[in-house]
């Protein structure tokens, strides 16, 4: 019984040397290659260690596979990369109640900072020096390659644009990365998204970086009626610039807030943990504790659709076993 489904996911340049770094595993990229044989439910079962995260966009559990479209807005998800084939990717998605392993573009894979990267700002340093860094482990889009450095972009509470160099982003981080925002005791500035971040007190000066989904900065010193210095610092960045009450809004990526979510799924028997998943007879992954699902009679003997909630939607998934009481498990 064939079964897909498309996720949607719903996200810059100096090379100089940071001047203040975050203590931080480094990360290593182990990128596979499409003849290393890869065992899904062995990787499915085991701890994540190293994650990877991808962005909105089609996937299918099986290449080639009928897509659906999920609505807008989907957060950003950490998996597990598998295998890599062409501009496609196999990646193993962890719920509670299930795991699997899915394909999606290699587009929509985000880039991870392997060490704290400045980005822009004073390169002459100082204690405290105007500038805009991403942390170890930050997630960027790709935007373009040239001469050994790539464009990225970050996207979060402020949002990010520049050129690093290729050997700084890796495919894989830390899985179970906390995130949240740094204070520092100072008096906080409520500005608008949009808002932008500039090296200097004067609306000619570059931009560091310009707030997007967040609202409050750090006041480090009330410049004059216009212009105040300011911080922010997250998990993924940090920067120290000039901000104005009265320049006119940037230009964001900001994502579309989630749509209303699918209906859920009527479920009406409990299987048990580990019950197997297959794809058109591929198993591709596993229920996890005992948990309440849909299942139907299927087409062929011995076989059964089996129907689960996820944050896209319902998943049909195939079951196999000698009746709906007896049904294959798999992993461990």
């Known amino acids: 019984m064939r079964a897909t489904l498309v996720l949607a996911l719903c996200a810059c340049g100096g090379a100089a040397p940071q001047t203040r770094h975050v203590p931080e595993t480094k990360l290593v990229s182990r990128p596979r290659t499409p003849s290393e044989p890869v065992d899904v439910l062995a990787r499915l079962s085991a701890p994540l260690a190293d994650a990877s995260w991808i962005i909105p966009g089609p996937a299918q559990l099986i290449l080639g596979g009928t897509s659906l479209q999920i609505p807008d807005g989907a957060p950003v998800m950490e998996v597990d990369l598998l295998e890599q084939q062409g501009n496609d990717v196999r990646v193993g998605i962890r719920l509670d109640h299930a795991r699997f392993a899915l394909w999606t573009s290699r587009a929509r894979l985000l880039a991870v900072l392997a060490r704290d990267q400045r980005i822009d700002g004073d390169f002459g340093g100082g204690p405290d020096p105007i500038e805009v860094v991403l942390h170890t482990g930050t997630g960027v889009r790709r935007l373009a390659k040239k001469d050994g450095r790539t464009q990225i972009r970050y996207v979060g509470a402020v949002e990010v644009e520049g050129w690093v160099p290729d050997e700084v982003l890796v495919e894989r981080g830390k899985a179970g990365r906390r995130t949240g925002r740094v204070y520092s005791g100072r008096k906080q500035l409520m500005v608008t998204p949009g808002s932008i971040i500039r090296t200097e007190p004067r609306w000619m000066g570059k931009q560091l970086a310009v707030m997007n989904e967040g609202f409050f900065l750090d006041t480090v010193k009330e410049i004059d009626d216009a212009w105040v210095e300011v911080t922010y610092e997250d998990s993924d960045v940090r920067v120290h610039g000039f901000v104005s009450r009265h320049d006119p809004p940037g230009r964001t990526h900001q994502r579309k807030s989630p749509e209303l979510a ?69 992993g461990s």
């Open 262 to 330: 699918p209906l859920a799924v009527t479920p009406n028997i409990t299987v048990a943990d580990h019950t197997c998943l297959f794809v058109e007879g591929e198993p591709v992954g596993f229920i996890t504790g005992d948990r309440e699902v849909m299942l139907d009679k299927g087409e062929r003997p011995n076989e059964f659709a089996l129907t689960i909630d996820s944050p896209w939607g319902a998943i049909e998934f195939a079951a196999h076993g000698p009746a709906d009481t007896d049904l294959e498990k798999c």
